[in-house]
């Protein structure tokens, strides 16, 4: 049978019976915005099934009301059952498609963004190759060498050296630059985690802001380019915690959670003021090497990230913490590590070693639609990216060597 569509005119095969029949019916008027439609009760099939000729009207472009969703266009419905909450509402996936658990990485891999914490206060804490990213300076950092340095993991666990940005003014850059010399001679291998109250809450020693392009770090940039010390940073936190927590923010519910993550306008920069600052600091210094930590908090926009990093050859990032916006785009996660499979490090943050699994099995399968392992993180499953060995490889170890001599260099997997 030929149909041919003209106009505004379709014509509808509907069955009826035994038959074949072509109906080309008028369209009713709709009611009046926000009216309800008169109809079958919500049970059994017929007409109403799926919310057709009830619910409430809405015109193109509206958002159905509170309570209600859209069941056909310009049709929203309230559900007949008091709905769960988002904490409650746990559904079971009916999909049946093959599973690859990845216990084991497939490679050696560096934590380069590791918080191992209480850890590394004693040798039966020390397990791993992990690059702890916690902060340490001064005698703190000494002992904690220590302790690494009389375990028969010794190889395995590097520090990176913190640097205390309160009371920045004049003479301080001549004082940060001596205490991280002296760090670096103890034994850190580089400098980081520097925090995201850098920008977002340190005051210099005049009452101000602290901003993260401040003239006054220049000297400590400049002093890490000489001593070849990479600069591992963290700059604000996602976009959603600096916007309204209201239905539409997709980190409600972990900014329910946790208060502390949410930058209210009145008291915190906004995440675009951050971001900026970062960036210019980073081209001011095209001679350190900076590692953006958190994918630089650009992950849900790869097309930025790319930008970044095309336009700043001294900086790398890091994935740590963002496994759901990378396993939520596997296309375009798996072209982004590709081209730009020279510049990531592997890093996980919360140091919880049964978390490490979901990043394997991201980053090593074509699994499709699975758990992430944190619900408020992410309510949305993941994908893997079935990335090749050679990018594996890097990844886990090679760039995180290469962007840090200090790092043990023999021993690994070719």
């Known amino acids: 049978m030929h149909v041919s569509v003209r106009g505004a005119m379709i014509a509808f095969v509907v069955l009826a019976g035994a038959g074949v029949v072509a109906q080309q019916p008028t ?48 049709n929203c419905l309230a559900p007949s059952m008091p709905p769960p909450s988002i904490v409650d509402y746990r559904p079971k996936s009916t999909l049946v498609t093959a599973e690859h658990k990845v216990p084991k990485a497939k490679f050696p891999a560096i934590d380069y963004h590791g918080h191992p914490g209480g850890l590394l206060g004693s040798a039966d804490g020390i397990a791993r190759m992990i690059v702890s990213a916690d902060n340490m300076s001064g005698e703190r950092l000494q002992r904690t060498l220590a302790t690494v340095n009389g375990t028969p993991y010794k190889d395995r666990v590097r520090i990176l050296a913190g640097i205390d940005f309160r009371n920045v003014g004049p003479g301080w850059s001549e004082k940060a630059i001596q205490q991280l010399e002296a760090d670096v001679k103890a034994g850190a291998v580089g400098v980081g985690e520097i925090s995201k109250s850098l920008g977002l809450s340190i005051m210099k020693a005049d009452g101000t802001r602290l901003k993260i392009d401040d003239p006054d770090l220049d000297p400590v940039w400049d002093a890490c380019a000489r001593l070849n010390l990479p600069v591992f940073i963290h700059t604000a936190d996602p976009e959603e915690f600096f916007e309204p927590i209201d239905f539409k923010n997709e980190r409600w519910l972990e900014l329910s959670l946790f208060a502390e993550r949410r930058y209210p306008a009145d008291r915190f920069p906004r995440f675009e003021e951050l971001m900026a600052e970062r960036d210019r600091m980073f081209k001011k210094h095209p001679k350190t090497t900076f590692v953006a930590a958190h994918m630089a908090w650009y992950a849900n926009d790869l097309a930025r990230l790319s930008k970044l990093l095309d336009e700043m050859p001294n900086v790398s990032t890091e994935v740590g913490a963002v496994l759901y916006d990378i396993g939520r785009q596997p296309h375009a996660s798996r072209d982004f590590f590709i081209k730009y499979q020279d510049r990531l490090l592997f890093g996980k943050d919360s140091f919880q070693p049964e978390e490490y699994p979901s990043y394997w099995r991201v980053f090593e399968t074509a699994d499709e639609y699975f758990d992430y392992y944190r619900d408020y993180h992410a309510f949305w499953k993941l994908y893997g990216i079935d990335l090749p060995d050679e990018v594996l490889k890097k990844l886990y170890y090679q760039n995180a060597l290469k962007l840090t001599p200090a790092l043990p260099q023999t021993g690994w997997a070719k």
């Open 27 to 74: 369209p009713p008027t709709p009611p009046p915005t926000g009216a309800p439609v008169q109809g079958p009760p919500p049970t059994g099939g017929g007409p109403g099934r799926g919310g057709r000729g009830r619910g409430i009207q809405i015109q193109e472009g509206e958002e159905c009301p509170p309570g209600t969703t859209e069941v056909r266009p310009r």
